[in-house]
């Protein structure tokens, strides 16, 4: 007896919208790094603008997070693991998560 692997249309469907979802590299507030700090690592490794990088910052100080690069699961990674390195709070998300 073989099992059936195909896939169900409903959740085919969820699926290839899951996959769809872009990625998103997250960084946390934490109660060690100042804010012209975390400004400054921004503008750093993404090469955005001091109004934008000033801006995300604020969101992370606030808000508690911020989503500070969207794309494909390898490069948010690549992101969260730079964060690490500056001593950052962060993580790797699907767009929609919570």
Do not use: K
């Amino acid at each position: 007896m073989m099992a059936d692997t195909r896939l169900r249309p409903d959740r085919a469907s969820e699926l290839a919208a899951q996959q769809e979802r872009p990625w998103q590299a997250v960084v946390w507030d934490d109660p060690v790094n100042l804010m012209s700090y975390v400004s400054f690592v921004f503008r750093r490794h993404f090469g955005i603008t001091r109004e934008r990088a000033d801006e995300l910052m604020m969101r992370v100080h606030t808000a508690g997070s911020a989503v500070v690069a969207e794309g494909g699961r390898e490069a948010m990674e690549l992101h969260v693991e730079a964060m690490h390195g500056y001593g950052l709070w962060a993580t790797v998300r699907q767009e929609g998560d919570a």
